[in-house]
């Protein structure tokens, strides 16, 4: 069964320093999506970036990028030059292909400090 | 597109009434997804549909609980009778295949039972 470890509870970052927000991942499947979604207080889920397991490249989006680890099975987000809007909450999420089953991890409560 | 919308926002209902939670999902997607969100046990996956089709139920958590989805553009998650112990935001979310793509989410519906 697939399942997703986000082990730091909470997290703080200097405003403009950049922050790694942990995941690892378990799956036997070797076809498999790895994705980071944000949710700010208001609630909503707001999808970041997303990572494939026959990716070659890690991913990046703007100030987000995918520190992408496949043989120690991490997939951590990357958040450069924090501001304070980045404060929310972080998941971590994988959906294998056989299925598309879409689980996330605990999540992460990033704050950001001026 | 106006994206996934769930209906209601809120819910406040008494112990042992039934409680109709709905979604409509961004058109053409053939995932849905239902997801509930609490502080204690994160956000868990519930059930979640293939072109209509209940593939994955293990999440329910127990006969009170059921979802259908009649056609592509409305799904519903029922809980009968509820308990206070369900109180939670519950999301709606939807994709397409294959699994690089992500899921959108609604806005969620705050249940609380009282």
Same mark, same amino acid.
């Given at each position: 069964?697939?399942?997703?470890?986000?082990?730091?509870?909470?997290?703080?970052?200097?405003?403009?320093?950049?922050?790694?927000?942990?995941?690892?991942?378990?799956?036997?499947?070797?076809?498999?999506?790895?994705?980071?979604?944000?949710?700010?207080?208001?609630?909503?889920?707001?999808? &970041?970036?997303?990572?494939?397991? /026959?990716?070659?490249?890690?991913?990046? =989006?703007?100030?987000?990028? $995918?520190? *992408?680890?496949?043989?120690?099975?991490?997939?951590?987000?990357?958040?450069?030059?924090?501001? &304070?809007?980045?404060?929310?909450? /972080?998941?971590?999420?994988?959906?294998? =292909?056989?299925?598309?089953? $879409?689980? *996330?991890?605990?999540?992460?409560?990033?704050?950001?400090?001026? | 597109?106006?994206?996934?919308?769930?209906?209601?926002?809120?819910?406040?209902?008494?112990?042992?009434?039934?409680?109709?939670?709905?979604?409509?999902?961004?058109?053409?997607?053939?995932?849905?997804?239902?997801?509930?969100?609490?502080?204690?046990?994160?956000?868990?996956?519930?059930?979640?549909?293939?072109?209509?089709?209940?593939?994955?139920?293990?999440?329910?958590?127990?006969?009170?609980?059921?979802?259908?989805?009649?056609?592509?553009?409305?799904?519903?998650?029922?809980?009968?009778?509820?308990?206070?112990?369900?109180?939670?935001?519950?999301?709606?979310?939807?994709?397409?295949?294959?699994?690089?793509?992500?899921?959108?989410?609604?806005?969620?519906?705050?249940?609380?039972?009282?």
């Amino acid at each position: 069964a697939q399942k997703i470890t986000q082990t730091q509870p909470g997290m703080f970052v200097q405003e403009k320093e950049a922050v790694t927000l942990d995941c690892t991942y378990d799956t036997s499947d070797q076809s498999y999506g790895l994705f980071w979604y944000k949710q700010p207080s208001s609630g909503e889920m707001i999808f &970041l970036i997303y990572q494939g397991s /026959y990716d070659e490249q890690n991913a990046t =989006e703007g100030r987000y990028s $995918l520190n *992408f680890q496949k043989a120690r099975k991490s997939a951590n987000l990357v958040i450069s030059a924090s501001q &304070l809007g980045d404060s929310a909450m /972080y998941f971590c999420a994988m959906r294998e =292909e056989y299925g598309n089953k $879409l689980v *996330f991890g605990a999540g992460t409560i990033l704050r950001v400090k001026s | 597109d106006a994206g996934v919308i769930q209906s209601p926002r809120h819910e406040v209902t008494e112990m042992g009434q039934e409680v109709t939670l709905r979604c409509k999902p961004i058109s053409g997607h053939d995932y849905l997804f239902w997801y509930r969100q609490t502080m204690m046990r994160g956000l868990e996956l519930l059930i979640y549909f293939n072109n209509n089709v209940p593939i994955d139920d293990s999440g329910m958590p127990e006969d009170r609980f059921s979802a259908k989805m009649p056609n592509a553009s409305f799904s519903t998650l029922k809980i009968q009778p509820s308990e206070p112990r369900d109180s939670a935001v519950y999301f709606c979310a939807s994709s397409l295949t294959p699994g690089s793509t992500e899921a959108f989410f609604g806005q969620g519906t705050r249940l609380t039972v009282v």
